[in-house]
């Protein structure tokens, strides 16, 4: 690449060839951050006052707790439809910006 500043080869180059391990470390990460259910029972709760409840722990307490089984099976479908819907979309999206070697 003759004439290529650092940038350019960077952009051109190096980040294409990137873009496969980018793509499965932002799905990964993105999947994992939505479904965090371990670390709050554990270490919190729930939080005061309900500061860190997340979607899975609304769905456990729906349906353990408060024994609303039907309520709770709906919220996980949802989730697992939000997180499809989104898996897809950043996986499409990424698909497209990688080279082929």
Do not use: H, W
């Amino acid at each position: 690449m003759d004439g290529a500043g650092s940038i350019k080869r960077f952009f051109k180059v190096t980040f294409p060839l990137l873009m496969p391990s980018i793509t499965t470390c932002v799905f990964l990460s993105l999947t994992n951050s939505i479904k965090v259910f371990d670390v709050i029972v554990s270490l919190t709760g729930g939080g005061p006052g309900g500061a860190t409840v997340s979607i899975t722990y609304d769905i456990y307490k729906e349906a353990f707790q408060n024994n609303f089984y039907g309520y709770g099976t709906a919220k996980a479908l949802l989730l697992f439809l939000a997180i499809l819907v989104i898996t897809l979309v950043q996986v499409t999206f990424f698909k497209s910006k990688e080279v082929e070697m």
